[in-house]
């Protein structure tokens, strides 16, 4: 298990991660797969009115929103909603927060429900997707922004290794835990990450 320190550099083999186990490829990876899965979302909306699916569920959204309001988050920060996904995370946040913005930099706040999930499970080239998803991120979000990811693949530990080169950890956000064996767990991480100068 990684450990939880803020200063984890790179492994030799230049990989963002020191795991020796990655996860497996899945077509949860590739753009067509989700190219396809939006289309079929799309076009259900315009037959029956039905938004699709909801990454994580309506309580990840209202454990963002909860954060965004107790930290006083001014209603003019520019926020970008990586891997939007079918938009509905963009409609709650319209209602306080929306602030369109028509460049991709400088960015108060990053949020992430699911894409680096999507971008780990690549079948091809997956350690340069991660790396250049990191090496966006860092052009996207201003110095001392947040980014808030969740995480259905990666741990809270796995996370801070990942994302400590120029990341620190401000918060863990509540997520559902279960118990199987004797052991506790969550099925999701959310974690608050500050950028670092």
Request: aromatic residues 10%; negative net charge.
């Amino acid at each position: 298990m990684a450990s939880e320190s803020s200063h984890v550099q790179e492994s030799s083999s230049g990989s963002c991660t020191d795991f020796r186990e990655d996860f497996a490829p899945s077509k949860l990876g590739t753009k067509e797969y989700w190219d396809n899965a939006y289309s079929r979302e799309l076009q259900t909306y315009r037959d029956i009115g039905d938004v699709g699916e909801i990454w994580f569920g309506e309580e990840s959204m209202n454990r963002v929103i909860w954060w965004l309001e107790k930290q006083n988050t001014p209603e003019n920060a520019a926020i970008l909603d990586i891997g939007t996904g079918n938009g509905v995370f963009l409609v709650e946040l319209e209602q306080d927060f929306l602030n369109l913005s028509p460049e991709l930099k400088e960015f108060d706040l990053c949020i992430d429900k699911g894409t680096f999930d999507a971008i780990s499970l690549n079948p091809e080239g997956r350690e340069m997707a991660k790396l250049q998803y990191m090496s966006s991120l860092r052009a996207a979000l201003k110095p001392q922004g947040h980014f808030i990811i969740t995480s259905c693949n990666w741990t809270k530990e796995q996370l801070l290794q990942i994302f400590s080169p120029g990341f620190e950890l401000q918060q863990e956000l509540p997520t559902p835990r279960f118990q199987f064996g004797g052991v506790s767990g969550n099925s999701v991480t959310a974690l608050v990450l500050k950028r670092l100068s």
